[in-house]
């Protein structure tokens, strides 16, 4: 078998401008922060308390959650209800847009789950490779 050339059709450029991809940056930036996908996965179960998350959360402190949770709801994918209890409780849920963002958030979750073996096979493998130059 020998390499030959193939015609391929070259389609046309898509137009687009700079600022739209700023504008989506900020948005992918937000919603694909680690501590982000954690807790957005975290809410599709349903509400749950600040101490609640950051008990399952492993690793956040208390400040980088509090940030989390702030830049999600000032995106509106999460809302925060304080309830007048002694001492005031306050549970966090996502919205509608934050459930819309949930399934592909799970299904992204679900493939770093799922392939996690390869890409720790291919981690040490290039590591090998690199640690020998």
């Given at each position: ?11 046309p ?7 739209d ?24 179960d ?85 640690e020998?130059?």
């Amino acid at each position: 078998m020998r390499p030959e050339h193939k015609k391929v059709p070259v389609l046309p450029p898509i137009a687009h401008l700079d600022s739209d991809c700023r504008s989506v940056a900020s948005i992918l930036a937000r919603v694909g922060d680690k501590w982000s996908v954690f807790v957005i996965m975290l809410l599709g179960d349903g509400p749950r308390r600040f101490n609640e998350i950051k008990r399952t959360v492993g690793g956040i402190s208390q400040r980088m959650l509090t940030l989390t949770l702030r830049g999600l709801e000032r995106d509106g994918l999460v809302t925060r209800t304080v309830f007048p209890t002694i001492p005031p409780r306050v549970d966090y849920e996502l919205t509608d847009l934050g459930r819309g963002l949930w399934k592909p958030v799970e299904a992204l979750g679900k493939w770093a789950f799922e392939h996690q073996p390869e890409i720790e096979s291919a981690r040490a493998k290039f590591d090998g490779r690199n640690e020998h130059k």
